[in-house]
């Protein structure tokens, strides 16, 4: 008569193949998640915050450096562009790299600006100057994604300060 067998059946994984598992598929989402498109919020919200750390960035460099500069701005479209004001009065393209870049993101545009003493510009080039002092207005631009969502970006004249909110806000929320 045969014996019974008494030894245990192991079946399953053990915690190390399962570590191994995870690390794997950790990398594999490090290299694919950033090549994923984004969507129109996304692009919305970079814009509005890449916006307002280059305004804040500009101001500092015209203090430091005591270059000026002005935002040209087209509403309506997707121009937002630096100048540089050269020693002449001359307008040319800035020398800091950073700077020659467009804050906005594929499908994004300016909806409009506000500036008190101009009101609410929806169209035409617009030109705000950032002196050693900073920007002398208060300024309020507004973004639009192609789905109609908005976010606003809000410059505060003299302080250098520069919030971007959710949302088409014309007072502070």
């Known amino acids: 008569?045969?014996?019974?067998?008494?030894?245990?059946?192991?079946?399953?994984?053990?915690?190390?193949?399962?570590?191994?598992?995870?690390?794997?598929?950790?990398?594999?989402?490090?290299l694919v998640v950033p090549r994923l498109p984004t969507t129109d919020q996304e692009n919305l919200k970079?814009?509005?915050?890449?916006?307002?750390?280059?305004?804040?960035?500009?101001?500092?460099?015209?203090?430091?450096?005591?270059?000026?500069?002005?935002?040209?701005?087209?509403?309506?479209?997707?121009?937002l562009k630096i100048v540089e004001i050269g020693?002449?009065?001359?307008?040319?393209?800035?020398?800091?790299p950073y700077l020659q870049k467009s804050p906005l993101k594929e499908g994004i545009v300016v909806s409009d600006v506000r500036i008190p003493r101009l009101g609410k510009v929806n169209?035409?080039?617009?030109?705000v100057d950032v002196g050693v002092a900073g920007i002398r207005d208060f300024v309020t631009i507004h973004l639009r994604s192609e789905a109609g969502q908005?976010?606003?970006?809000?410059?505060?004249?003299?302080?250098?300060?520069?919030?971007?909110f959710e949302g088409y806000h014309e007072e502070l929320p």
């Open 46 to 79: 970079i814009s509005a915050r890449t916006v307002a750390s280059t305004i804040r960035y500009l101001q500092e460099r015209a203090a430091t450096s005591r270059i000026a500069y002005y935002l040209s701005i087209e509403p309506g479209t997707d121009s």
């Open 87 to 96: 020693g002449d009065g001359s307008a040319k393209t800035p020398e800091d």
């Open 1 to 30: 008569m045969p014996r019974p067998r008494c030894e245990k059946s192991r079946s399953g994984f053990t915690l190390i193949e399962i570590a191994v598992v995870m690390a794997i598929i950790g990398m594999v989402l490090l």
């Open 123 to 127: 169209n035409g080039q617009l030109r």
């Open 150 to 164: 908005f976010w606003t970006v809000m410059i505060f004249p003299s302080g250098g300060k520069v919030k971007a």
